[in-house]
């Protein structure tokens, strides 16, 4: 629960002492508050158990067992007893903030919230802080509160302007209520803020680029791109964030761009001893450079590099074979680095394509043949490409029929 009860073990144990300290001697009672105290929950609630039989509505009992019951993880009748405290004595703060705990644990923030926004009131000195305000905030979030959340986070913020549990709250719940203008500024506070981990920042922005839409980065990419840039200069080893400045880089279709940054990464990667994350790097850099500067002996040398760092890379055995099989080169050399990525994936259409295909153009019908039935059952049919080569190997083995029917197939795909 944010630690809000970091205190609390602390006067629980100095209340045990003092009780057990009262004239009369030890009564069993405060003889299973003093078990509690030294961490023997089990032991607690079995001493606890005979007393709340004699006495269901005591509340002391029912808060002792209670706690132990939470300790156990007993957490429906933890909820059973810390309720029945709560409601024999309503001003009990220790009650009330052992029964927000256990809400807390279970996941239910807004009757959490609800509880520490009642300790909140019953005693500002004590309980006004911003913790406990961000709590507050959360749980009227998920009731849909959203004015009053957002005036929640904002004393929080008031307090420590750097709360990242506050930070965000507000920020994610602008985004929501679509305050854009008051979203990112939030956001670049967000980012700004030291005492946030970089994986925390990049995860955000990058959860961020997955939901929105097009007419959304059309007003408000120029924004993302520059927090996206912000984040890198702050955090430069951060692998995550350099992967989404990336992303933003083929959305802009920016290919020189992407060929730089793919270095960045893959120099990152080396640094990190990360020898996959060079070789992702060199594969994406490898890919544009075929694809899209039109480069094939560069691409060739890329693919090469990344496969010294990852010599099993699939997404790379695949493409340099099959780029070779277009070009009709170097078969052999294709054939065997396709047939790697079948060895690695046996269900894999797009690789076990590739393998028939280079197969048919060594003039090896009939090997081919099972690749493509494989295929089949693997997605295959809903490739045009691949029910093109399928046509091709099914004609040349003289199946001409079938050859037809995956043919029409293939050329139905491709409407």
């Given at each position: 629960?944010?630690?809000?009860?970091?205190?609390?073990?602390?006067?629980?144990?100095?209340?045990?002492?003092?009780?057990?300290?009262?004239?009369?001697?030890?009564?069993?009672?405060?003889?299973?508050?003093?078990?509690?105290?030294?961490?023997?929950?089990?032991?607690?609630?079995?001493?606890?158990?005979?007393?709340?039989?004699?006495?269901?509505?005591?509340?002391?009992?029912?808060?002792?067992?209670?706690?132990?019951?939470?300790?156990?993880?007993?957490?429906?009748?933890?909820?059973?007893?810390?309720?029945?405290?709560?409601?024999?004595?309503?001003?009990?703060?220790?009650?009330?903030?052992?029964?927000?705990?256990?809400?807390?644990?279970?996941?239910?923030?807004?009757?959490?919230?609800?509880?520490?926004?009642?300790?909140?009131?019953?005693?500002?000195?004590?309980?006004?802080?911003?913790?406990?305000?961000?709590?507050?905030?959360?749980?009227?979030?998920?009731?849909?509160?959203?004015?009053?959340?957002?005036?929640?986070?904002n004393k929080a913020l008031e307090m420590d302007?750097?709360?990242?549990?506050?930070?965000?709250?507000?920020?994610?719940?602008?985004?929501?209520?679509?305050?854009?203008?008051?979203?990112?500024?939030?956001?670049?506070?967000?980012?700004?803020?030291?005492?946030?981990?970089?994986?925390?920042?990049?995860?955000?922005?990058?959860?961020?680029?997955?939901?929105?839409?097009?007419?959304?980065?059309?007003?408000?990419?120029?924004?993302?791109?520059?927090?996206?840039?912000?984040?890198?200069?702050?955090?430069?080893?951060?692998?995550?964030?350099?992967?989404?400045?990336?992303?933003?880089?083929?959305?802009?279709?920016?290919?020189?761009?992407?060929?730089?940054?793919?270095?960045?990464?893959?120099?990152?990667?080396?640094?990190?001893?990360?020898?996959?994350?060079?070789?992702?790097?060199?594969?994406?850099?490898?890919?544009?450079?075929?694809?899209?500067?039109?480069?094939?002996?560069?691409?060739?040398?890329?693919?090469?590099?990344?496969?010294?760092?990852?010599?099993?890379?699939?997404?790379?055995?695949?493409?340099?074979?099959?780029?070779?099989?277009?070009?009709?080169?170097?078969?052999?050399?294709?054939?065997?680095?396709?047939?790697?990525?079948?060895?690695?994936e046996p269900d894999n259409a797009t690789y076990?394509?590739?393998?028939?295909?280079?197969?048919?153009?060594?003039?090896?019908?009939?090997?081919?043949?099972?690749?493509?039935?494989?295929?089949?059952?693997?997605?295959?049919?809903?490739?045009?490409?691949?029910?093109?080569?399928?046509?091709?190997?099914?004609?040349?083995?003289?199946?001409?029929?079938?050859?037809?029917?995956?043919?029409?197939?293939?050329?139905?795909?491709?409407?």
């Amino acid at each position: 629960m944010r630690k809000v009860f970091t205190a609390y073990l602390a006067l629980l144990l100095t209340a045990c002492c003092l009780r057990a300290q009262a004239p009369g001697g030890t009564d069993p009672f405060l003889q299973a508050a003093a078990v509690y105290a030294e961490g023997n929950y089990a032991a607690a609630r079995e001493l606890l158990r005979p007393l709340h039989e004699q006495d269901p509505a005591d509340d002391a009992v029912n808060y002792y067992l209670g706690l132990s019951e939470m300790a156990l993880r007993d957490f429906d009748a933890a909820e059973e007893h810390l309720n029945a405290a709560v409601t024999a004595d309503s001003t009990n703060a220790w009650y009330i903030y052992a029964l927000a705990s256990l809400y807390d644990v279970k996941g239910d923030q807004v009757l959490a919230g609800e509880l520490v926004e009642k300790l909140v009131k019953m005693s500002p000195a004590q309980y006004n802080n911003p913790n406990t305000l961000s709590m507050v905030a959360d749980a009227k979030v998920m009731a849909r509160q959203d004015s009053t959340a957002l005036a929640y986070y904002n004393k929080a913020l008031e307090m420590d302007p750097e709360y990242v549990p506050a930070q965000l709250g507000r920020t994610e719940l602008l985004r929501r209520m679509g305050n854009f203008p008051a979203f990112f500024s939030g956001l670049e506070a967000f980012i700004r803020n030291e005492a946030v981990r970089p994986e925390i920042k990049s995860n955000y922005l990058t959860m961020l680029m997955d939901n929105i839409d097009s007419p959304f980065y059309w007003v408000w990419g120029d924004t993302i791109n520059r927090l996206v840039d912000l984040d890198r200069e702050l955090h430069p080893e951060d692998y995550d964030i350099q992967m989404l400045k990336l992303r933003m880089l083929y959305i802009k279709e920016d290919w020189p761009g992407v060929i730089d940054q793919c270095e960045v990464m893959a120099d990152l990667g080396r640094a990190q001893g990360d020898l996959s994350r060079v070789a992702e790097a060199l594969a994406i850099k490898g890919d544009v450079q075929y694809q899209e500067l039109k480069d094939a002996k560069l691409a060739y040398k890329t693919y090469e590099e990344a496969l010294k760092a990852d010599p099993d890379r699939t997404s790379v055995l695949n493409n340099y074979a099959y780029y070779l099989s277009l070009e009709h080169r170097k078969l052999r050399k294709a054939l065997k680095m396709s047939r790697r990525t079948v060895e690695l994936e046996p269900d894999n259409a797009t690789y076990l394509d590739t393998y028939g295909w280079i197969l048919y153009l060594l003039h090896k019908p009939k090997e081919a043949k099972p690749c493509f039935k494989h295929a089949m059952l693997y997605g295959g049919k809903d490739s045009a490409v691949i029910l093109e080569h399928y046509s091709k190997v099914l004609e040349a083995l003289g199946e001409t029929d079938l050859a037809t029917y995956y043919k029409n197939l293939s050329e139905q795909k491709s409407k």
